[in-house]
């Protein structure tokens, strides 16, 4: 089987089984798809960031090269975003979910096991993966949020509604805990890692709860197409460039190049839906990117092998 087929079947198909499922459920039961929402946002993601960021060990001096490169990288697409913004005159909603959609990727779901694929027998490409996904995360709820606040709500509100997200409090307490080393008591760390595992299938299964209404031609449009170009072609474009400014090589340089590939994050169209800013614009772009980007991926791979190794 070729490296195309292989990350296909083992990252996109269950991907998809689970989006399919989501959409088969939803056009037998019509769930309440902003409860469901409700429960990934304040209970689920939360248990599933904490986990991540209690559990990651790294060197200092690699942690903070990576994450001096991740805060360049970042502000460098939303720099562009914005740009493209505001040349194509798009109009709030369509502009939030275009530059969330070129911006965040998708780093747990389907960033973790690619680097599992490729780094199996080197523990810090996927160790790195891990610090990107974290840190995406934070991205995610942060800047991610307040461009869908941003769109219906204006000062005050917004930080009032950034500080009450469980997700805050859960990077913040997870981080604390780490770095003092303090144990956690099987009987407080079995719940939220069940809380944890149970994220990626419902958030999944949500995202195709979403996409069942959606006609399959409506997703070739050209918001969905732009965002597309944006986080499959130019990103990974930027990353290769900083990723030479900041002298990286070897493995780190490696495992930051492929994960700028990623499709877009799927907690973008989460939030979307919770919010009510462009739901269906969103999903579409989420299910896009994540189609094309079994060619993408892999060609970034390749990439990455010749000039990195």
């Not at 997200?165 to 913040?172: N, S, T």
């Not at 770095?179 to 760390?189: A, D, L």
Request: charged share 10%; glycine share 6%; net charge neutral.
């Amino acid at each position: 089987m070729t490296f195309l087929g292989l990350i296909f079947l083992q990252i996109i198909t269950p991907i998809l089984i689970l989006i399919v499922i989501g959409g088969a459920l939803q056009r037998k039961f019509a769930f309440n798809l902003r409860a469901i929402s409700n429960l990934i946002t304040y209970c689920l993601m939360p248990a599933a960031v904490f986990i991540n960021v209690y559990k990651t060990e790294i060197e200092m001096q690699v942690l903070m090269q990576i994450i001096g490169y991740l805060i360049v990288f970042s502000l460098g697409l939303m720099v562009m975003a914005s740009l493209v913004c505001k040349l194509l005159n798009l109009e709030k909603g369509d502009a939030t979910v275009f530059k969330n959609g070129f911006s965040l990727m998708n780093s747990g779901n389907y960033g973790i096991p690619v680097s599992q694929l490729i780094f199996h027998a080197n523990p810090l490409g996927i160790s790195i993966q891990i610090i990107v996904m974290i840190f995406q995360n934070v991205l995610t709820y942060t800047y991610g949020l307040y461009n869908l606040i941003a769109a219906t709500k204006s000062g005050l509100e917004i930080l009032r509604e950034l500080l009450r997200l469980p997700i805050i409090h859960a990077l913040i307490l997870g981080s604390l805990l780490n770095g003092f080393n303090v144990p956690i008591p099987s009987f407080i760390w079995l719940p939220i890692e069940h809380l944890s595992d149970a994220f990626l299938a419902i958030a999944l299964l949500l995202l195709g709860a979403q996409l069942a209404q959606i006609q399959l031609k409506a997703m070739i449009n050209k918001m969905v197409i732009l965002t597309s170009f944006g986080r499959l072609i130019i990103g990974p474009a930027v990353s290769l460039l900083f990723i030479y400014l900041f002298g990286l090589d070897g493995v780190v340089a490696q495992s930051l190049f492929i994960a700028s590939s990623f499709p877009t994050s799927r907690n973008s169209s989460t939030l979307a839906l919770e919010y009510d800013v462009k739901p269906d614009l969103a999903a579409q772009t989420v299910l896009f990117t994540t189609i094309l980007s079994s060619l993408t991926v892999t060609v970034v791979v390749y990439v990455s092998t010749v000039l990195f190794l």
